[in-house]
């Protein structure tokens, strides 16, 4: 199997549920005790950027919308606050959800929120629509860190980064759907290589002979995000070379058979 040459992370505790788990195990306890909703990942510079993004970009405030890693619901609470209404927020850390849940339910906000590991269900939306607008703040970099990815190219087989791909596209409205993500492990030319043609299997999960799909193509599917715009960081300077701390990046769904 051909998979896309891209930067290879060593594997991070980061990528793991445990991990995770601890953290907002540890955040509930402190939202308890004194009111503290926890880490803003990345800094509020990057959930104002993102939800700056969203106000110029997208009119309808009623736009169905979900964000993938939520965690505490921070981002979703200032979209809310921004006036849009249609707001949902997944993780697969029950202890992101229970904090998300008890923020939104101090303040009173109509935000519905589910544990769920997209990864492994990537139809868990279903029977319901897909989703018009589609955030990430840090969980495709956590992915990124998963110990499976190493172990998948080895074997030439879907890992945790494309499997990431698949199940946004599964989830994304294909003609209007937007996907907003952000990220400080990859640079905005990196998102856009690696979105923009994923070489994937159908159903190579449920197929009884692997090596029959590394030598048919007949199995193959792309999967294509168009790049549709970026935000703009400040910019530093460093050895001769120009960047940013953190790129945010949109695309558009496309999906050649």
């Known amino acids: ?33 004194i009111g503290d909703i926890g880490e803003i990942w990345f800094g ?11 106000t110029e970009n997208i009119s309808d405030t009623h736009i169905r ?43 009173q906000l109509p935000i519905t929120y589910r ?3 997209f990864l492994s269900s990537p139809d868990w939306f279903l029977p319901h629509d897909p989703y018009d607008l589609v955030l990430d703040k840090g969980t495709y970099d956590a992915i990124s ?20 791909i698949e199940s946004v596209h599964r989830m994304i409205n294909p003609k209007s759907g937007l996907f907003l993500i952000t990220s400080c492990n990859w640079t905005q030319e990196e998102l856009i290589d690696n979105f923009k043609s994923c070489k994937n299997y159908k159903n190579y999960k449920n197929h009884p002979d692997y090596s029959l799909i590394l030598t048919h193509h007949h199995y193959f ?22 960047g940013s701390k953190i ?6 769904p496309i999906t050649k058979e």
């Open 65 to 107: 919308t979900v964000d993938l890693g939520c965690g505490n619901g921070h981002l979703l609470i200032e979209l809310h606050d921004a006036g849009y209404d249609n707001l949902h927020g997944i993780d697969y850390s029950e202890s992101a959800i229970q904090l998300a849940d008890a923020i939104a339910s101090q303040r």
């Open 1 to 33: 199997m051909e998979l896309p040459e891209v930067q290879d992370f060593e594997a991070s505790k980061l990528g793991t549920k445990t991990y995770w788990d601890t953290v907002y195990d540890r955040e509930n306890e402190n939202f308890q005790e």
């Open 247 to 252: 790129c945010t990046v949109a695309f558009t």
């Open 145 to 164: 860190l998963h110990p499976d990815q190493a172990r998948a190219k080895e074997l030439g087989i879907p890992g945790p980064r494309e499997k990431y």
């Open 221 to 242: 599917f792309f999967i294509d995000f168009r790049y549709h715009s970026n935000v703009k960081y400040p910019v530093f300077q460093f050895g001769g070379h120009s």
């Open 44 to 54: 509020e510079e990057s959930v104002e950027k993102m939800v700056d993004w969203v």
């Open 115 to 117: 544990a769920v590991d």
